[in-house]
């Protein structure tokens, strides 16, 4: 087998050094009944080339070459070509948790980096090294209110990804957290009268998303101010972090749970992505997940090293912030990257793309006489009711090869026959009007 | 570091000194020897119920947490933010300076409290199983 | 100072400062398309993202690889950190995961534009039952520890099913962290059960302790310490009579692919580590990917959606009225499914089980070669992993900390250090089968040497390393006063 890297000869040698003659004998002490007397059922080792036309049959099933307008927590957008370059160096991509930081300092300054760019971004303090996602992550801003606030109620907005929501239900399930969830009105925004209802003195956190599920923007300020007044915390969930190049940050949150896969994680059907909590400096202990900080040597030279390490599993045990170890160190770094060639103007450059993208196609619905619901402000995704049921498109989509959007009405089915488009920056105007002729 | 004769000690490391009603709480010399560089102390408020023999607080180094266990039951009627802004006056003084809270005695004590020559014999057979 | 042995060499390795220290206005590293739709503005814009780099391209490259040069990985040598099974992550399973339509699907396409990667899906999810022996399958959690809350709540829904949720969950004090963070998680409180001597479960603990008020023993097997719990069968069986359950830690399947079976030997319910085991990439810390496996009686709680087989196609099935629910949005990460199949197709049944093999003969080497210099705290046979304990040398106050770190100016990573808490001063050594003998001689070689500065010249020792970029940082002021980001500097003062 090509991987391993001796031969039959070397592994004889091997033995007799160790004062064996079989292999079978290190594995003897293994009581007969657990011991596997077959071949694994499995084909043999095959050839690289057969592997990949293995693959690459499995690609061709999997709708190549279509333009999706499918959004919904996973986003299209333009990976620059170095990102794989640079992430494929051994040096980092078979690198391991940088436990020893004299020979971890790359990873370690760049999860500094990563850590400070994540702070500038949402106007927090404190970001952490990663999380396993957007919805895990909301799941740890909700426990890590309840450990800052000493309460258990969570509030929670309908219009978060009902993924997102399904997740911190199956979490939460055998612990005491009681959640109420928060409709929504008819400009697809909280409702805040309800909103202010169900907040009380056992509130620990009110979480809220923005741009919401249905695309449109929620007020950071407004949330924050009905969670302090009851001495809750906000957590602003964030689907899209390149929505963050151009809308107003969630300075006035306690904590920001967000998904990163839009900044250069590809949506590779559906992982691995990544996800970060970043919060106030006085929560820090709290904080789940790797943290970086910088340090000194005896010499006086700056280096990075994982810190605040009591915080996690494998010291604190049961009494951990989190059980989480590993995380999602690549996914973090190729954000890094993205964000560093894109930068302070790239950013803000390419938010502006989406939205102008996503706005000329909601006017172009609207124009063709289908129904585009929720008016309010809205950044990339918006609902729209289509002039036609959904399956009388359906040949016509599958030839002009597009994915028209996700349709709402398992989730919401209060909305009927309706789909959520996400036009991101890599739809060109001609597929967005070929979209709203097929529709 | 001798132990002084007024203090009695847990098992756990913890020692007390009592004045009246009230108790003065803190972790001894072996204790933080055994924790190494203290980086942090989390205390509860002014006001908690303790009861002996429970935790009631943590000490951190860079790999390690240990718990802190209350040797007598009662309610913390201050704690030592000194201490808490220097968490490294553990290492250098652990039976003045770096005291944890103090307590208004109200329950029992715990029963396994020992006297400074106990305890410095008890901390002899530790270092030995080592 | 001159370099102890050949594989350890110095060179010139650039400096390179903070992106916000290279940064500079003006500077642009992209270029968008042309917007073919008109221009909006959005009314309550951000200000500008303070402080936020502007780099070129080229800087950026440069400053990604620069950073790279001080790390150390798989494709740089022998990486023997114990119980992460640093194998070699073939370059296939990179180019078959960004094939278009696998790299780029959008997990909620429409299922019947989605049967690629179902497929492959389906595809590993039997492969995976074949090698743990066990009934059902989820692809779902996103690592290690997600796989084992997710087994425990699996475990925790089962047991509720039948009126009797239990209040606690059994782990050997042997155990990695992860088990009772999660546990705790789950809802349960953790009984710590004392090992034997040698690391192995103590079956009169056990047999006090495995009372109808525990739902779960979490066992990891073989253990930590690397050695197979020859009492399986009558530990299950306890653990069964007494009407709970056996979790498997599958972290060390290293030592039993093809060999062993938990299916076979009583466990419930386990999970798998893609990132160990089947060599999807470590990345420096993630991501991983963390499959539960279950036996019959667990598959109706299973997490949603289960992938199923109807009439030859692959399809999601949502209908799972006594489903947990979900532990993570989407499917889980396919970008290490992709990567898993791809390795356990080029492997094959035959590549499989001599992997495994190679993997148990190195650590057996390993231990032969050392044992005469290193205590060995327990005289149990090893499978993958090889722990020994620091006590010869700590007599000369050189610690197994200390002795990690004077690999490094050896040219190694350093193995894993103080793990399991178990052995005092432990050193834990796995060199997984993608070791070759001369890299491990030179290996063996460089801690024989140590061991040898550890009696003559411990300073050496204890002031390791000495070669590298930066040497022992001082963890205590960074954990006491935690610098977290960069901040601009506000004068010519050193930033605080």
Redo the contacts between chains.
């Keep these: 087998?090509?991987?391993?890297?001796?031969s039959d000869p070397?592994?004889q040698?091997?033995?007799a050094?160790?004062?064996l003659t079989s292999?079978d004998e290190?594995?003897s002490?293994?009581?007969e009944?657990?011991?596997?007397q077959r071949?694994?059922?499995?084909?043999?080792?095959?050839a690289?080339a057969?592997?990949?036309r293995?693959?690459?049959?499995?690609?061709?099933?999997?709708?190549?070459?279509?333009t999706?307008f499918?959004g919904?927590?996973?986003y299209?957008h333009f990976r620059?070509t170095?990102l794989?370059?640079?992430?494929?160096?051994?040096?980092?991509?078979?690198?391991?948790?940088?436990?020893?930081?004299?020979?971890?300092?790359?990873?370690l300054?760049?999860i500094?980096?990563f850590?400070?760019?994540i702070?500038?971004?949402t106007g927090q303090?404190?970001?952490n090294?990663?999380m396993?996602?957007?919805?895990?992550a909301l799941h740890e801003a909700c426990m890590m209110a309840a450990r800052v606030t000493g309460r258990s109620g969570m509030v929670v907005a309908r219009s978060i990804?009902p993924?997102?929501r399904?997740?911190l239900?199956?979490?939460t399930?055998?612990?005491d957290f009681p959640t109420a969830e928060i409709g929504f009105g008819a400009d697809g925004r909280i409702d805040v009268d309800a909103l202010r209802a169900a907040v009380n003195a056992s509130t620990a956190a009110v979480a809220v998303q923005s741009p919401n599920f249905f695309g449109n923007l929620e007020d950071w300020e407004q949330a924050a101010e009905i969670a302090h007044s009851a001495g809750a915390l906000l957590i602003a969930v964030i689907t899209d972090p390149v929505s963050?190049?151009?809308?107003?940050?969630p300075e006035a949150a306690d904590i920001v749970a967000m998904e990163l896969q839009g900044f250069g994680i590809?949506?590779?059907?559906?992982?691995?992505y990544?996800g970060i909590i970043a919060s106030r400096?006085k929560f820090?202990r709290s904080l789940p997940g790797?943290?970086?900080?910088?340090?000194?040597?005896?010499?006086g030279?700056?280096?990075f090293?994982l810190?605040?390490s009591?915080r996690?599993?494998?010291?604190?045990?049961?009494?951990?912030t989190?059980?989480?170890?590993?995380?999602?160190?690549?996914?973090a770094?190729m954000a890094s990257?993205f964000?560093?060639?894109?930068?302070?103007?790239?950013?803000?450059?390419?938010a502006?793309?989406n939205?102008?993208?996503a706005?000329?196609a909601a006017s172009a619905f609207a124009a063709s006489g289908a129904e585009v619901l929720f008016p309010s402000?809205r950044f990339h995704e918006f609902v729209v009711r289509p002039k036609r049921p959904l399956a009388a498109s359906k040949s016509a989509l599958r030839k002009a090869k597009l994915?028209a959007g996700?349709p709402l009405q398992g989730y919401y089915p209060e909305l009927g026959e309706s789909v959520l488009v996400c036009v991101t920056?890599t739809i060109?105007?001609e597929d967005?009007d070929r979209l709203v002729a097929a529709l | 570091m001798s132990y002084p004769a007024n203090f009695r000690f847990t098992p756990e490391h913890e020692w007390v000194a009592t004045d009246g009603a009230q108790a003065k709480v803190g972790i001894t010399d072996y204790a933080q020897k055994q924790l190494g560089?203290i980086?942090?102390v989390e205390l509860p408020a002014v006001g908690t119920e303790l009861v002996a023999g429970q935790a009631f607080g943590t000490v951190?180094?860079?790999?390690a947490v240990s718990e802190i266990f209350a040797p007598v039951s009662g309610t913390v009627s201050a704690i030592n933010s000194t201490l808490v802004q220097s968490?490294?006056l553990l290492n250098s003084d652990p039976h003045g300076a770096a005291w944890m809270v103090e307590v208004k005695v109200t329950g029992k004590a715990n029963d396994k409290l020992m006297d400074a020559a106990a305890y410095e014999k008890f901390v002899a057979e530790e270092e030995a199983n080592? | 100072m001159t370099s102890p042995t050949p594989r350890a060499s110095r060179h010139i390795v650039q400096n390179?400062d903070?992106?916000?220290e290279v940064?500079s206005p003006g500077?642009?590293?992209?270029q968008?398309?042309a917007?073919?739709?008109?221009?909006?503005t959005?009314?309550?814009?951000?200000r500008?993202?303070?402080?936020?780099?502007?780099?070129s391209?080229l800087e950026?490259?440069r400053?990604?690889?620069r950073?790279?040069?001080?790390?150390?990985?798989?494709?740089?040598g022998i990486?023997p950190?114990g119980s992460?099974t640093?194998k070699?992550?073939?370059r296939?399973n990179?180019?078959?995961?960004?094939?278009?339509?696998?790299?780029?699907?959008?997990?909620?396409?429409?299922e019947e534009?989605?049967?690629?990667?179902l497929?492959?899906m389906q595809l590993l999810s039997e492969?995976l039952l074949?090698?743990t022996?066990m009934d059902a399958i989820t692809l779902q959690p996103?690592?290690?520890?997600?796989g084992?809350?997710t087994g425990i709540?699996l475990v925790?829904a089962a047991l509720t099913a039948r009126g009797d949720a239990r209040k606690k969950v059994l782990i050997p004090d042997s155990a990695?962290?992860?088990n009772?963070?999660?546990?705790?998680?789950?809802?349960y409180?953790?009984e710590n059960l004392k090992s034997n001597p040698d690391g192995t479960v103590d079956m009169a603990s056990l047999d006090r302790q495995m009372t109808r008020d525990v739902a779960a023993l979490m066992l990891t097997n073989p253990n930590t310490l690397g050695i197979?719990e020859?009492d399986?069968?009558r530990i299950a069986d306890l653990v069964h009579e007494r009407g709970g359950m056996l979790y498997m830690d599958g972290a060390n399947m290293n030592a039993l692919?093809?060999?062993?079976?938990p299916g076979?030997?009583g466990v419930d319910v386990m999970h798998l580590?893609l990132?160990k085991t089947f060599s999807t990439?470590?990345?420096?810390?993630?991501?991983?990917?963390g499959p539960v496996a279950v036996k019959k009686s667990l598959e109706p709680y299973l997490?949603i959606p289960v992938l199923r087989v109807k009439r030859g196609k692959p399809v999601l099935d949502y209908r799972r009225p006594k489903s947990?629910?979900?532990?993570?949005?989407?499917?889980?990460?396919?970008?290490?499914f992709?990567r898993a199949l791809?390795y356990?197709?080029?492997?094959?049944?035959?590549?499989?089980?001599?992997?495994t093999?190679?993997a148990?003969?190195?650590a057996?080497?390993i231990r032969?070669?050392l044992q005469d210099v290193f205590a060995l705290p327990y005289p149990t046979?090893s499978?993958h992993e090889v722990v020994f304990s620091d006590s010869i040398q700590a007599a000369q106050g050189v610690h197994t900390g200390d002795i990690?770190?004077r690999l490094?100016d050896y040219g190694f990573?350093?193995y894993t250090?103080?793990?399991p808490l178990v052995v005092?001063g432990a050193m834990m050594i796995e060199p997984t089968?993608?070791?070759?003998?001369a890299e491990m001689d030179e290996f063996i070689a460089a801690l024989r040497a140590i061991a040898e500065e550890s009696k003559n010249t411990p300073e050496l020792v204890t002031g390791a390393?000495h070669t590298?970029?930066?040497?022992?940082?001082?963890?205590?002021?960074?954990?006491?006063n935690?610098?977290?980001?960069?901040r601009p500097n506000k004068s010519d003062a050193a930033?605080s």
């Design positions: 087998m090509r991987y391993l890297p001796t070397i592994r040698r091997m033995l050094d160790v004062g292999i290190l594995f002490h293994i009581p009944y657990c011991r596997l071949p694994l059922n499995i084909p043999k080792g095959q690289e057969d592997i990949i293995f693959f690459r049959a499995a690609a061709a099933e999997n709708a190549p070459g279509f999706s499918v919904a927590g996973a299209h620059p170095h794989d370059t640079l992430i494929s160096r051994g040096e980092w991509f078979t690198a391991y948790t940088p436990y020893q930081p004299e020979i971890s300092q790359g990873t300054q760049s500094f980096e850590q400070t760019m702070c500038q971004l303090e404190v970001a090294a990663g396993y996602d957007g919805s895990t990804h993924q997102y399904e997740v239900r199956t979490l399930r055998y612990r963050l190049g151009l809308l107003p940050p590809p949506v590779g059907f559906g992982g691995p990544a400096e820090v790797r943290l970086v900080g910088e340090a000194r040597d005896s010499q030279r700056r280096g090293v810190t605040l009591t996690e599993q494998h010291i604190r045990r049961e009494k951990a989190s059980n989480i170890c590993t995380n999602q160190a690549l996914c770094l990257i964000m560093a060639t894109y930068g302070k103007q790239g950013l803000r450059e390419l502006e793309h939205l102008a993208k706005a000329y402000p994915i996700l920056e060109s105007r967005i | 560089d980086v942090f951190e180094s860079v790999k968490p490294e080592h | 390179e903070l992106l916000f940064s500077k642009r590293g992209y968008l398309p917007l073919d739709v008109p221009a909006v959005l009314a309550g814009a951000r500008e993202i303070p402080d936020f780099p502007e780099v391209e950026v490259i400053h990604f690889t950073l790279s040069t001080w790390n150390y990985g798989v494709d740089t990486y950190l992460c640093m070699y992550n073939a296939v990179e180019a078959v995961t960004r094939l278009e339509g696998l790299g780029d699907g959008h997990p909620l396409q429409p534009l989605s049967q690629g990667a497929r492959i492969y074949e090698i022996g996103a690592a290690g520890a997600q084992e809350l709540l925790r990695h962290g992860t009772p963070a999660t546990a705790a998680i789950a809802g409180t953790v197979f020859e399986i069968h692919v093809g060999r062993s079976r076979d030997f580590n990132h990439p470590h990345g420096g810390g993630g991501p991983g990917s997490p947990i629910g979900r532990v993570r949005a989407f499917y889980g990460n396919f970008g290490m992709t791809a356990i197709m080029a492997n094959g049944s035959d590549g499989l089980k001599q992997t093999e190679d148990v003969l190195n057996n080497y032969r070669k046979p499978m990690a770190k490094i990573h350093p250090v103080s793990f005092r089968e993608s070791a070759n003998q390393p590298t970029k930066i040497s022992r940082l001082d963890e205590v002021a960074a954990a006491r935690p610098i977290l980001r960069w930033q």
